[in-house]
């Protein structure tokens, strides 16, 4: 029972990361699009051809970061340790404490803290040194867009990102609350050319779980 509890984790985790691949660009642009029509913003139009070279699965191994509310639910744990020892898939780069607020965390910013000294526990049985590599996040949520929270994964996410470039992309994929990749984001954007740069070098993103605001 145990073999197969492990497996089927295994391949659960695996179906997740892949799919966070695939479906990049499309959830990039609505994440865009959202931004976008909040109105306090002014973003620019990535290239049509790139947009759709973008959409192409990823060939050979990949360069990635996680941002994860790791200390929430069990599936991140999985996550976060496929995706480090799948090195022959992914080059994990770096891995982002993001913010949560339920019965196991009494404040967004408790539950950032839990899951980066979750992060820290986990990299430890992994035999992976923290140092430059984990990053604790936002420690609240997005009030509004015009006002990005400054953090070390936000700060991190922005250099790492602009790094790189269209041939040899970051993968971003987030499996928690979304505040530290949408405060990068909001930073960049806020200058034209910064924001290009960002948009040809980040092609991987995967939305899910919780709302970048607090909904009413």
């Known amino acids: 029972m145990k073999v197969f509890l492990d497996y089927y984790f295994l391949e659960l985790t695996h179906h997740l990361i892949i799919n966070a691949m695939r479906i990049k660009s499309y959830y990039l642009f609505i994440l865009l699009f959202s931004l976008q029509v909040s109105g306090a913003q002014s973003f620019p139009k990535l290239d049509e051809i790139l ?10 191994k990949v360069s990635m970061v996680l ?3 790791t200390y929430n639910e069990v599936d991140d744990q999985f996550a976060l340790a496929y995706a480090y020892l799948s090195k022959e898939k992914i080059d994990l780069q770096a891995v982002y404490a993001s913010p949560f607020k339920n019965r196991r965390a009494e404040s967004p910013g408790d539950g950032m803290e839990k899951s980066y000294e979750e992060i820290l526990r986990l990299l ?6 923290p140092d430059g590599f ?7 949520y997005l009030e509004n867009i015009s006002t990005p929270i400054q953090s070390d994964a936000a700060k ?7 790094s790189r470039n269209p041939e040899n992309p ?3 994929v987030p499996v928690g609350c979304i505040t530290n990749i949408t405060s990068a984001m909001a930073t960049q954007f806020k ?17 899910q779980g919780n709302s970048m605001v607090p909904l009413p």
Request: with cysteine.
């Open 156 to 162: 991190d996410l922005v250099e790492r990102a602009l």
């Open 67 to 69: 941002d994860t509310d």
């Open 124 to 129: 430890k049985m992994l035999g992976k040194s």
């Open 134 to 140: 984990a990053f604790r996040g936002s420690d609240r």
């Open 51 to 60: 947009r759709l070279k973008q959409l192409e699965p990823p060939k050979g």
């Open 170 to 172: 970051l993968y971003v």
């Open 191 to 207: 200058n034209h050319r910064t924001s290009m740069s960002w948009q040809a070098a980040v092609c991987g993103m995967w939305i």
